[in-house]
């Protein structure tokens, strides 16, 4: 693990009501305890049970991110959440330009101007980029992720690097069970640091990975040098299994 103070979060997607989040949070601080973590830790429900989920965190060494967030701060979109809003229910971040997203039609313009309005908030962002199996295949991953990676920066100043956190994720790993080698997500996040470094410093950036992460393999893929903790999907739903994964960071 590098010296950089890794980050493990937990996308619960469309999962759990108000209730259930409640009860996940305090089952997790009870799992990890009361004294100080070495880890950031973060949980990231649905929009409904983020103010749940916030009260139920208060004051425990857990942190409340949204799964994504509009760019404007108000105004006639429907469905959207501003961040803002995400601020008033007692988010401390959000996720921006999750694979699921990006397939569901959002640009790389709309990652940048989304992560832009995350961060004039005061909101923390992890940002995610990867590439498809195909990509993977015809060699192109390095070319996409320098894409991605350039492309969401455009708009972040370098002072903002404590607040972000970029996820390599490949889209063939994620909900698959088919997990990236060590070696391949340390080559992936090496990649991402460096592209990333053009406009952030790359020694405090910290970078994770995600994609069908368990608490099998999360203490390895997290022992790589670039890899700073992990933004864990399906296996985040059940909080011990969660609170194993975050042991290794």
Known sequence: ??????????????????????????????????????????VCPPFTAIEAAARAADGGGVAVFAQAVHEAPKGAHTGEISA??????????????????????ETDAQVA??????????????????????????????????????????????????????????IWAIGTGRTATPETAQAAAAHVRAVAGERLDPAALRVLYGGSVTPDNAAELMAQA????????????????????????
């Open 1 to 42: 693990m590098s010296a950089r103070r890794p980050l493990v979060a937990g996308n619960w997607k469309m999962h759990k009501t108000s209730a259930e989040a409640r009860e996940h949070v305090a089952r997790l601080r009870e799992l990890l305890g009361g004294a100080p973590l070495a880890a950031d830790v973060a």
């Open 84 to 105: 803002g809003m995400l601020v008033a229910a007692g988010a401390t971040g959000t996720i921006v330009g999750h694979s699921e997203r990006r397939a569901a039609g």
């Open 226 to 249: 670039d890899v700073d903790g992990a933004l864990v999907g399906g296996a985040s739903l059940d909080p011990d299994g969660f609170a194993a994964i975050v042991r290794p960071a």
């Open 113 to 170: 101007a989304r992560a832009r309005a995350a961060l004039d908030a005061g909101l923390a962002v992890i940002l995610c980029v990867g590439e498809s199996l195909e990509q993977r295949e015809a060699g192109e991953t390095e070319a996409w992720l320098t894409g991605q990676v350039r492309a969401a920066l455009e708009g972040v100043r370098p002072a903002e690097v404590d607040r972000l956190a970029i996820a390599y994720e490949p």
